[in-house]
């Protein structure tokens, strides 16, 4: 089995190798010159293309559900903390946003370059000055992409000047660049550290066009599914210009994080300041009340039955303050709740002991800030936003139906509260109004006091996290660049070359060989046709005449002739086939050629043989033997001459000819003519063979009338020739108006290729002949002649 399956796959290599060999190695000088101009192409682009290197940083993010949440003490003071997902912050990474402003803080959107020998350079470090634009934003949103074309400047250190054809213009001052609307200012480059080596020039483009420019080769991918690192990389022309924009990505990205979590805390504190103003006015209104009632009362002490309705009334007045205070929050919360932009922080823990409400408060808004971040770097129809917005839509009845039930709640609470101070009330009618009004302000008093310290508290812990925020992430690896570049890669750049070259010469040989309109393969025949192919005749060269021996190869043509009358069986002793005619689809396909040297091959083999020239219109045969003067074929349809008067000899012997006759063109309808069967019959007896040679049967119907007169029809098919469109007819015509006893002679095959070798040592288009095959033909020829 195994055997079985090794010679299987080692005939397979082999038929595959056979392929190659037969279709494409005979077009070798094509390839071998498309591979010697794609490697010079390749060493060429190797050679300027400028090398682009890759720098790479490692950030780690915050992510809870992926186990890098941060430590206890720091989650106690940063109270603000926002949960991260880290495929949105891979988003929020190549956000436009960021990279804006990457662009901006590093000027890349007026670059400088140095002019080289054949081309320019990028001189991020190289150049002593950098070029700034005043009203970025508004170049930003601006529909041009180029505002200052290349221009060359100069730099006088000395005066510190930048001089251009424009003007000389002072290093950290603005101005307007003339005939322009920008307005400038070249600055000392921070990064400067080596020379240019030719002439500077800057230019400034669209922000918009550098910025995308940026996010197409900037490349953020965590390194597996369940890490929070991620893996910022990109690629540039200068690794310290790719290392600078992957660190002040990160620095931006910072930033923003930071800078959202200031806005929360800012938002809380304004809430509660804004609070403890109203609580300050209420309670210095209550104290001014009750200095004013104990000055009114002499400053008595109240009663044991006073002091105990003042416990039990403070008690429950407390209380009822704590339920106001739970309502307002909650009437807060629902108002934010409700708001379509949900912007701004409401403290749902101030004074509510509610896990579950806090829970859904801080999930509602940990979407809307993450929503509110892919918001601006993402579409509407973004399938995480889609997802976000489903979610926020799903928390919002949660939290209002929480609320709800909690204010009936706490409704419930103070309607019994103050049922009971109503109680409390009737009991103290009979206390004097003055020590009553007395205990009424030191409750008030007492209560609003209270409410003051907690919101003091409240607001030292929203000012302590403010001052303790921290980013959400952290930086692994700054950004490096790779020491090697990574583009262009000699073997790849040479590589694709290579393959391109082969793929073009592949085309080209299909479109040569396989678009063509006329026949060039054997198989072509056979498939458009089931008439056999008898023989292949090589491609005899450009002589004017149609004999074999005055070709370029007569040897291969005059043993290919052999082989056609082998093939035809005429050596045979019971051979019939006497009479043969040749013909073809249209003039030129070389039928008067085969006719011709397969009638010299009959004769040189020791048989009688006559040729007949019936293409009366287009008489080759005639004209290549030159017969003697006298009547012709023509003639003799049109007359009363004797069969054996247009019989000439010929210079060869055993061969003789009929010449077409008629030399005024007045051709006869042979459909109807009496005297053929005289002529037959009468050569018939003469001849061993007899040779019909007649015009092409798509152009005159002379052939199919002759064919009737002959045991053998020989239809003749050029290679790169004759359209295969005629060859699909055959089979059609040949039902309508049979020839009888057709076969195919597939003439004038060439070599395959550029430079051919010998018919039968390269592979050509017809059957493929080894070496070994002709030596033992060859062999066997001997023999039998001996």
Not at 105 to 119: C, E, I, M
Not at 177 to 200: E, I, K, M, Q, W
Not at 418 to 443: D, F, V
Not at 765 to 785: A, D, I, M, P, W
Request: glycine share 6%; aromatic share 8%; charged share 25%.
């Amino acid at each position: 089995m195994i055997k079985s399956n090794k010679m299987i796959r080692e005939q397979k290599d082999s038929n595959l190798i056979s392929f190659i060999r037969y279709r494409f190695v005979p077009y070798w000088p094509l390839f071998a010159l498309l591979l010697s101009i794609a490697t010079g192409a390749a060493f060429l682009y190797i050679k300027w293309a400028p090398p682009i290197y890759q720098a790479k940083a490692d950030l780690l993010i915050k992510d809870e559900n992926k186990g890098s949440g941060d430590g206890r003490v720091l989650e106690s003071l940063n109270v603000f903390s926002t949960k991260k997902i880290v495929e949105d912050e891979i988003e929020v990474l190549q956000s436009q946003t960021l990279v804006r402003e990457v662009v901006r803080n590093l000027d890349l959107y007026a670059p400088v370059t140095s002019q080289g020998r054949f081309k320019t350079y990028p001189a991020y470090i190289s150049s002593p000055v950098i070029v700034e634009a005043l009203g970025f934003d508004s170049l930003y949103k601006d529909h041009n992409k180029v505002f200052l074309p290349t221009t060359p400047f100069v730099y006088d250190s000395a005066h510190a000047l930048v001089k251009t054809a424009a003007g000389s213009f002072p290093v950290g001052e603005w101005f307007s660049y003339p005939r322009t609307s920008l307005v400038l200012r070249f600055l000392p480059n921070p990064r400067y550290s080596d020379g240019a080596n030719g002439p500077l020039s800057f230019m400034v483009l669209n922000p918009k066009l550098v910025t995308n420019s940026l996010i197409g080769r900037l490349n953020v991918a965590s390194t597996n599914k369940l890490s929070s690192v991620v893996t910022l990389t990109l690629s540039d022309e200068v690794p310290r210009r790719g290392e600078d924009i992957l660190n002040e990505l990160i620095d931006v990205y910072d930033h923003a994080s930071i800078n959202d979590k200031n806005q929360l805390a800012m938002n809380t504190l304004a809430f509660v300041e804004n609070r403890l103003l109203h609580v300050r006015h209420e309670l210095d209104s209550a104290e001014n009340m009750l200095q004013h009632s104990k000055t009114q009362n002499g400053g008595a002490d109240l009663s044991e039955q006073g002091s105990a309705y003042l416990q039990n009334v403070s008690a429950n007045d407390q209380k009822a303050s704590d339920l106001d205070m739970q309502l307002a929050v909650l009437n807060e919360v629902e108002k934010y709740v409700r708001s379509e932009s949900n912007t701004g922080i409401v403290p749902s823990t101030l004074g509510i002991d509610d896990a579950g409400l806090s829970n859904l408060l801080q999930k509602l808004y940990d979407d809307r800030a993450n929503y509110d971040k892919l918001h601006r770097t993402v579409g509407e129809n973004n399938p995480v936003m889609q997802s976000l917005a489903g979610e926020i839509q799903k928390i919002k009845p949660n939290i209002l139906e929480n609320i709800r039930i909690r204010k009936l709640s706490l409704e419930a609470g103070l309607t019994n509260l103050q049922q009971t101070n109503q109680q409390y009330a009737t009991r103290l009618q009979g206390i004097p109004g003055k020590e009553r009004n007395l205990l009424e302000s030191s409750r008030q008093q007492s209560i609003l006091s209270n409410v003051y310290s907690f919101l003091l508290q409240k607001r030292e812990e929203a000012s302590l996290s403010y001052a303790s925020t921290i980013a959400d992430s952290r930086t692994i690896d700054r950004a490096e660049s790779s020491l090697d570049p990574i583009s262009p890669k000699k073997t790849i750049v040479l590589g694709i070359a290579l393959a391109i070259a082969l793929a073009f010469g592949c085309i080209v040989v299909y479109l040569r060989e396989f678009t063509n309109s006329r026949i060039l393969f054997r198989r072509e025949i056979e498939t458009y046709t089931s008439v056999p192919i008898i023989a292949e005749l090589a491609a005899g060269g450009r002589s004017r005449s149609l004999l074999v021996a005055n070709q370029p190869r007569p040897v291969v043509l005059t043993e290919q002739f052999r082989q056609l009358r082998t093939a035809l069986g005429l050596h045979a002793k019971n051979n019939k086939n006497r009479k043969l005619l040749v013909t073809s689809s249209i003039s030129g396909e070389g039928k008067s050629f085969v006719s011709a040297n397969l009638a010299l091959s009959l004769a040189s083999a020791g048989k009688k043989v006559i040729l007949l020239d019936f293409d009366l219109r287009n008489p080759r045969i005639s004209a290549e033997f030159e017969p003697a003067a006298g009547p012709g074929l023509a003639d003799f349809l049109q007359g009363d001459i004797e069969p054996y008067e247009i019989i000439k000899s010929t210079s060869y012997k055993n061969l003789f000819v009929t010449a077409a006759g008629d030399e005024n063109g007045s051709f006869t309808d042979l459909s109807f003519n009496s005297r053929l069967n005289e002529l037959f019959d009468y050569l018939d007896g003469v001849f061993d063979f007899i040779v019909v040679d007649t015009p092409p049967v798509h152009l005159v119907s002379d052939a199919y009338v002759l064919t009737e007169y002959c045991d053998l029809s020989l239809y003749v098919v050029r290679h790169d020739f004759t359209p295969k469109a005629f060859v699909q007819l055959l089979d059609e015509n040949d039902k309508i108006k049979p020839l009888k006893n057709i076969v195919i002679v597939f003439n004038s095959i060439k070599s395959r290729g550029f430079f051919g070798g010998k018919y039968g040592l390269d592979l050509g288009y017809g059957n493929e002949f080894s070496v070994k095959q002709r030596r033992v033909t060859s062999s066997r020829r001997k023999l039998h002649k001996a």
